[in-house]
């Protein structure tokens, strides 16, 4: 198998694997996810179909030019899942519809609460070795995104 195919099917099942296991978590572990985890969801769901269509194209440039885009949306769930991780280690503050203290009058401060989503983004609700979900996406996720990118420029077989 060349680089490239390698890089092809890694391109397919990181990012569906990622998805399956952010469901697993919501579904079976019950923990829901918060507007920022959404977001780290989306490139992924855009990665899946293609790099999926890449294995029906015929035309080698195309192919490489899918596999390439898959790699690029899973190094963009990497990246917000890096500034998601830095919010629930408050390295830095995240996002006032999300996370944060409502503050205000009484009355603002009720409209906050009420806005507010149920799941907030500034709290891992679960880690492993210190690292969050979040945290392990951007590991993942931009991890994988080099390596593809890094066998399709060392494959020019395709």
Not at 6 to 11: I, K, N, P, V
Not at 36 to 43: E, G, I, L, S, V
Not at 79 to 89: D, L, P, R
Not at 121 to 148: E, H, K, M, Q, R
Request: one cysteine or more; aromatic letters at 16%; charged letters at 10%.
């Amino acid at each position: 198998m060349t680089k490239f195919k390698r890089a092809h099917w890694l391109a397919f099942l990181i990012p569906a694997g990622l998805l399956a296991g952010a469901y697993g978590s919501q579904y079976i572990g019950g923990l829901y996810p918060c507007e920022m985890c959404w977001w780290q969801r989306w490139p992924h769901f855009a990665a899946v179909p293609l790099a999926l269509f890449g294995f029906f194209v015929g035309h080698p440039a195309y192919k490489r030019v899918l596999v390439a885009l898959a790699a690029f949306a899973i190094l963009t769930s990497g990246v917000i899942g890096g500034f998601h991780a830095g919010v629930e280690y408050s390295w830095w503050e995240g996002l006032s519809t999300c996370s944060g203290v409502p503050s205000g009058s009484g009355a603002d401060v009720m409209k906050q609460i009420l806005e507010a989503p149920t799941i907030r983004c500034d709290v891992a609700p679960w880690t492993l070795f210190g690292i969050s979900l979040a945290g392990f996406n951007f590991l993942l996720s931009t991890g994988a995104a080099i390596t593809i990118l890094g066998m399709i420029w060392r494959d020019k077989t395709v």
